[in-house]
């Protein structure tokens, strides 16, 4: 493995340093991550099995919550087995490796900031035009929303590490993070990165601002609506289809807006770390817990999956 280079030398292989500085704490942090990534796992896939075996949950809606699932599951799987193995070892990735960890992380994280927006849009008919809801969301459009959310990630990135791979990497290689994120990988680039840097920026703020200032209009629009309903039941029920929707956006949004639009508030690297940390481990794993608590029709479908499958087992 080549770890510095000197000169024009170009390496093929960087080292992820990870937690590196707290390394007394690195086989309790081994513990306690693979056992957020199994929660992770196992909650959202509860999810999308619910949503496809529950009749009553074949709805706009819980499409959507199944596909944001999914991302999840996707999204965490690119970084965390690698943060995991640097807790127990060296971890080593190869330049290509780094590139497409990369390349995959930003497009599911890209996708699932117009998936949050595709769900805030659904949100916003069926409350404000419930008569022309069923019409206006019917399958073709769910289904185009969808491919758009997720073709829209994978191709803005796919410009992002295409400009990027022009790059050659001359040392040190060593990556003072837990997985290949893109300003430690233009800090090790020898050639220059600035046109790369520029697009990358521009596309940032386009992919973040345009939908988040979607949802908040959204979300304007459904306050307005929902204020001109009578205090009573139908007003808390408007409400409480939102909120699940609402606190998932505000722990994504919230550390992204941190890292990305207030950086100098993060004043050290290991607690930019810790704040990677919570949009890539805490935001999926709060997904499948906010759903099925805050949400009753999730909750008994996974109540009624669960009774099933005990009485085909006691059969």
């Not at 029920?237 to 505000?250: D, E, G, I, Y």
Request: proline letters at 4%; glycine letters at 4%.
């Amino acid at each position: 493995m080549e770890i510095v280079s000197i000169g024009n030398q170009t390496i093929t292989e960087f080292v992820l340093l990870g937690f590196y500085d707290i390394a007394e704490l690195h086989l309790l942090f081994f513990i306690v991550f693979i056992l957020i990534y199994t929660s992770i796992i196992i909650g959202n896939m509860l999810i999308i099995v619910a949503v496809v075996s529950s009749q009553r949950l074949h709805t706009p809606m819980y499409y959507f919550l199944a596909n944001l699932s999914f991302l999840e599951i996707l999204y965490t799987s690119t970084v965390v087995p690698k943060m995991l193995e640097g807790f127990l070892q060296e971890a080593a990735i190869s330049v290509a490796a780094c590139l497409l960890q990369f390349f995959v992380f930003g497009s599911l994280a890209t996708a699932e900031c117009f998936m949050l927006t595709v769900m805030a849009y659904d949100r916003y008919l069926a409350i404000c035009y419930p008569l022309r809801y069923p019409l206006l969301m019917g399958p073709r459009w769910c289904l185009g929303l969808v491919v758009i959310a997720w073709l829209s990630g994978f191709m803005v990135d796919g410009l992002v590490v295409t400009l990027m791979a022009q790059l050659r990497f001359c040392g040190p290689s060593y990556i003072d993070h837990f997985y290949c994120d893109f300003m430690p990988l233009m800090g090790l680039a020898c050639s220059d990165p600035s046109i790369a840097q520029m697009t990358t920026f521009i596309l940032s703020v386009v992919c973040l601002t345009i939908p988040f200032g979607l949802i908040l209009t959204s979300y304007a629009w459904i306050v307005v609506a929902v204020l001109r309903v009578p205090t009573g039941a139908s007003r808390r029920k408007a409400f409480s289809t939102c909120s699940s929707h609402l606190a998932v956006v505000a722990t994504f949004y919230g550390t992204l807006i941190v890292l990305y639009v207030a950086p100098s508030a993060v004043h050290s690297q290991l607690l930019l770390k810790v704040f990677v940390l919570l949009y890539t481990v805490v935001t999926p794993l709060f997904n499948p817990v906010i759903y099925t608590l805050r949400n009753k029709e999730v909750h008994q479908a996974l109540q009624r999956l669960l009774y099933v499958k005990q009485t085909e087992t006691l059969d």
